[in-house]
């Protein structure tokens, strides 16, 4: 039973590899210890491709990253933590990860694809709290590591589409609180936020309720709908954010990133949002609605806040 879960793993850990033909430096464990705030079950992991090659990883309860570094020649020492979407149920690997992770390396951008737990009481203590420690071990990861993976922990963004941008916007609103163990104060704060389609809000009318209840259940108190609706916690601490959002979005309402955005503005946060005029939810890095590319504008506005080392 323990080899045939582990052999499952390996398949599950590697799968985005084989389907996209990508060749990543290392996938590796997020802990090197025990998965905090987990149940002693099997692993259920599995993968299916969907209809136009679409990696989908679903009931992940064995976090990893996917280590994808600049070449040396291009390295700027900037890094993006990437937390594909899938509203708390799944994770799309390829479109929304490693297709990701590889255009910003073309630019000297080192990617870190984390495959965060999809929240479930059977694989959780407490699933609520279970893909931010994900997010934050990631940080904790990259800022001890720095040196070995050549980045600079001052320039260590993260990056989250649809319910993975409320785990990034969640990541850059709670970082004050530790929810892993950080002995040594190692500082959880991601310095920029990327956030496409997001799920910021889990106020109604805007929210996507698919999101809320999987991460918090069928009936959350008002006072947890205020904890995890990020733009309720907004200081003058948080990181500056890029944000993009089609306005036809039927699924998340691209008033999501609006207010996140006032909110940032109301504490004088750098923010810089683009809005497609169409495009719905899920495109990805392409809408093909329109020739603008939005990865280039923010690959230009993470140069622009100075997040990239200047040339010599």
Known sequence: MIINTWVH?????????????????????????????????????YARIEPGNILIVSKVSIPSLTIFLAPKEKATGAAVIICQGGGYTNLAMGYEGTEVAQRFNESGISAFVLKYRIPDDSTMINKEIGPLQDAQRALLLLRTRAGEWGIDPKRIGIMGFSAGGHLAATAGTHFEINYIDNPNHISLRPDFMILIYPVISFKIPIAHMGSVHNLLGPNPSAEKINEFSNEMHVTDFTPPAFLVHAKDDNAVPYANSMVFAEALKNHHIPVKVYLYEQGGHGFGMTNKTSNQSWMDLCIEWIRKQRFVKPKA
């Open 9 to 45: 793993c390996l398949i599950c850990l590697i799968a985005p590899l084989f389907f996209f033909q990508i060749k990543a430096q290392t996938i590796i464990p997020l802990y090197d210890h025990a998965v905090p705030n987990s149940k002693m079950v099997a692993n259920q992991e």
